[in-house]
């Protein structure tokens, strides 16, 4: 083949490609303006993910405003945002679905006690305070009483300020991430009049006291315990617990 004919061929080739690119913006374009004009990427339709414990028409309530938006228009970080003021949501993402549809996906703060106030708060397992909303009481969880009830101390939405209360918290977050069962078992926690933390156990029930320190060992211990005694028997076979004690349990039997 003459270096003729094959100039000719690559000309034509870069020819037929850029001719293809030139369609392809101006397909892009008039589509464009086509939806535009037509009115089909204003959003009308908000999809809701993942809420549970708060209904999925509160949070799309919240979006309204921008209902009839252009969704080219859409900030959907400043959207994000606003969902996450609400108490309950830890998280949000947004993600459009063109022409006219956007995903919202909610991960909500779940609470791990109730503290026993009036009104009643929650609290999850950063020591985030929960108002009582939505599905939030179907929840079987634990209670937490004898803390400082001043009301300062509980900010909705924000990490509470009480010390002893993020310190029950935290035993509780343990006890979830290494011994759910115990946790199931678990229908209060306390501060005795030495600001010890005691645990009640839901079966008869059983009082356990953790003292003021060291309550992931003493949580091991109590375990341990359990799992030395006879098949037949079990913790509710005691009515107090003591484990203050360096590495021993006082256990007083029911009777």
């Known amino acids: 083949m003459s270096t003729r004919k094959k100039k000719q061929q690559l000309n034509m080739r870069v020819l037929i490609g850029s001719s293809l690119v030139t369609v392809w913006i101006v397909v892009t374009i008039l589509a464009f303006n086509w939806s535009t004009f037509t009115k089909m990427n204003l959003l009308d339709e908000i999809e809701i993910k993942g809420a549970v414990i708060i209904p999925a028409e509160d949070y799309r309530e919240s979006l309204i405003p921008v209902l009839g938006t252009s969704i080219h228009d859409l900030d959907t970080r400043n959207m994000s945002l606003l969902l996450e003021s609400h108490p309950f949501v830890h998280a949000a993402r947004i993600s459009k679905k063109f022409p006219n549809k956007i995903i919202v996906e909610i991960k909500e703060r779940k609470p791990v006690a109730l503290l026993n106030m009036n009104p009643i708060l929650f609290i999850d397992e950063e020591g ?33 300020v009480s010390q002893k209360v993020l310190e029950s918290i935290q035993l509780i977050d343990y ?17 005795n009049s030495n600001d010890e933390f005691v645990l009640i ?55």
């Not at 991430?177 to 306390?190: A, M, Q």
């Not at 949580?219 to 315990?225: A, D, M, Q, R």
Request: glycine letters at 4%; a negative charge; charged letters at 25%.
């Open 128 to 160: 985030v305070i929960l108002p009582d909303l939505g599905n939030v009481n179907d929840r079987i969880i634990p209670i937490m009483s004898g803390f400082n009830s001043a009301r300062e101390l509980y900010p909705i939405g924000d990490q509470t």
């Open 175 to 191: 006890i979830i991430d290494h011994y759910p069962l115990l946790y199931e078992n678990i229908s209060e926690v306390t501060l």
């Open 201 to 255: 156990l839901a079966n008869y029930p059983t009082k356990v006291i953790l003292g003021s320190e060291r309550f992931n060992e003493k949580i091991e211990i109590l375990i341990s315990f359990e799992h030395a005694l006879p098949k037949d028997t079990g913790l509710h076979h005691y009515s107090k617990l003591d484990l203050r004690y360096n590495r021993q349990i006082i256990a007083r039997v029911r009777v």
